[in-house]
């Protein structure tokens, strides 16, 4: 017996009507947009300058925008009855477009197939298709995250193997174009911008960093430079990045963090993993278990292929029909902790959130040898089925992730078997959690019951998917120090029965 939830119906038609009425006694009503695909999300909003409204529907893997004129923004032929509709690209695989516009200028971040990681893009008049962009001059061969328009220039914010850089590119008539950058040291796990006027005359940006907390950081345009003295300042913590080679040439990133004193000796070590829909791993001080750190421990960040850490081409390598990639990425980084003594298998505990928890149980099921335990937060265990239920929320806008129906099942920790000896492993699960539902666990759980059977803890909470925050970390803890012993699993499989 497994449990499936029952599909939801959809709606497979959006339509968006913009209504300007510019204090006249006329009232103008117009269709802007229209989307009948159930994978697309859609938004309206404005470029930072307010000129032009921009809608955009984006699927995970491409994007359509539409840009028309702001009546109320003064810009010349701005009218009313004359709102153009330029479609700048429509949802062909792999073409991805943002849009900004600063100084009678439209700037793109621009993905193609050929080209996967973002570009930058400008045009001189309003365009109507990608063609009508060209390639800027000054664009930076390193990978794009994100781009800001100001009237101060135009902000492009980069990383160079996993190294924070920020790029103002002044393109004025009168003075050419002058490009400046500042460079962030590899303890900069994130930089987070905390703007919102075109016309502010600083750039705030948040600094998440491995090794001390958060610092806000307020930059001046006038002057864009920081003092390295605030970049590099000494740490709580200490950090090494190791390159670790894996299959097809791939170098995958590994960063240990931990005391001084600890980081290159053999000492216990928490093993994070996820590797999903092209997001970064959002581990930093803040959010690190310092308990741990404390006594002895080692943290071991695992960027595999199939996050955002190093762009688009990073995350396709690790999507889809290539999402085993991400599991021999994970496998490979643990054997070389365990090849260099940096800790053994017996000290490594592998521990995942939500969409990650399906590489770690995977790498569990593909690996026992080289972990000692497992930790899954929220877990989305039973892809397979996830895929078959149009209605679900992890479900129809994720399908090229998992390669669709019958690719998901290949990969699915449910499906899958274990190679070796069980392994220890303590599961947080929210009984209201509605996009990874109580489902997925009891489905793993009846798969691997007599496998799992005396060595699985299940903390079963009454919250959402966010709730492991708080109510999952001393009973980690405790299991993570051998201080709390594993409960059968008929707990949880008794409330589906």
């Not at 029952?6 to 959006?14: A, H, K, R, T």
């Not at 850089?165 to 393109?171: A, P, Y």
């Not at 940096?342 to 959130?353: E, G, K």
């Not at 989305?380 to 078959?388: K, Q, S, T």
Request: proline residues 6%.
């Amino acid at each position: 017996m497994t449990w499936t939830p029952v599909s939801p119906s959809l709606s497979l038609s959006l339509s968006i009507y913009l209504t300007f009425n510019l204090l006249s006694p006329s009232l103008l009503v117009a269709l802007v947009y229209r989307s009948e695909r159930a994978d697309e999300v859609v938004s309206v909003g404005c470029t930072r300058d307010k000129k032009y409204i921009t809608v955009n529907g984006n699927t995970s893997s491409s994007s359509r925008v539409h840009v028309l004129t702001n009546p109320s923004s003064g810009a010349p032929g701005a009218a009313v009855k004359c709102c153009p509709d330029n479609q700048l690209s429509d949802h062909s695989l792999g073409y991805r477009c943002y849009l900004e516009h600063r100084n009678g200028t439209f700037y793109a971040l621009v993905s193609t197939p050929a080209i996967p990681d973002l570009r930058l893009y400008w045009s001189h008049s309003p365009p109507s298709s990608l063609t009508h962009f060209s390639p800027h001059p000054h664009c930076p061969t390193t990978v794009i995250h994100d781009l800001e328009c100001f009237e101060a220039g135009i902000v492009l914010y980069t990383s160079d193997a996993m190294k924070p850089s920020i790029f103002l590119i002044r393109d004025d008539v009168d003075e050419g174009t002058r490009v400046e950058e500042i460079k962030f040291p590899e303890e900069v796990a994130m930089l987070e911008p905390q703007n919102t006027s075109y016309y502010q005359h600083y750039l705030n940006v948040n600094v998440y960093n491995m090794v001390k907390p958060m610092k806000y950081l307020k930059i001046p345009f006038k002057k864009f430079h920081v003092s390295p003295r605030r970049l590099v300042a000494r740490g709580r913590y200490a950090m090494l990045r190791y390159w670790v080679p894996s299959t097809n040439q791939a170098s995958v990133p590994l960063t240990v963090i931990g005391k001084e004193d600890t980081l290159n000796k053999t000492s216990p070590c928490m093993f994070i993993v996820y590797g999903c829909y092209g997001d970064t791993l959002g581990s930093y001080y803040d959010n690190l278990p310092h308990d741990l750190i404390a006594k002895g421990w080692k943290i071991a960040l695992c960027h595999v292929r199939g996050g955002g850490e190093m762009g688009i081409s990073w995350h396709n390598a690790g999507k889809g029909v290539n999402k085993v990639n991400s599991m021999t990425d994970t496998i490979k980084c643990l054997e070389f902790l365990h090849e260099f003594h940096l800790t053994t298998p017996s000290q490594t505990v592998l521990q995942a959130s939500s969409a990650g928890a399906l590489v770690a149980a995977r790498v569990a099921q593909k690996a026992p040898h080289a972990l000692g335990k497992l930790v899954l937060r929220m877990p989305f265990l039973d892809v397979g089925r996830a895929m078959a239920c149009p209605g679900l929320a992890l479900s129809e806008e994720e399908r090229e992730e998992w390669a669709g129906e019958e690719g998901a099942r290949e990969i699915c920790p449910t499906s899958g078997q274990f190679t070796g000896p069980s392994i220890p492993t303590f599961i947080t699960t929210g009984v209201n959690d509605v996009r990874v539902p109580l489902w997925h666990v009891a489905n793993f759980l009846q798969a691997h019951e007599r496998h799992l059977k005396g060595k699985c803890f299940v903390n079963l909470l009454q919250g959402d998917h966010a709730s492991f925050d708080e109510g999952a970390s001393q009973m980690e803890l405790k299991f993570v120090e051998n201080q709390e012993r594993g409960r059968v699993v008929s707990r949880i499989l008794d409330m589906f029965r």
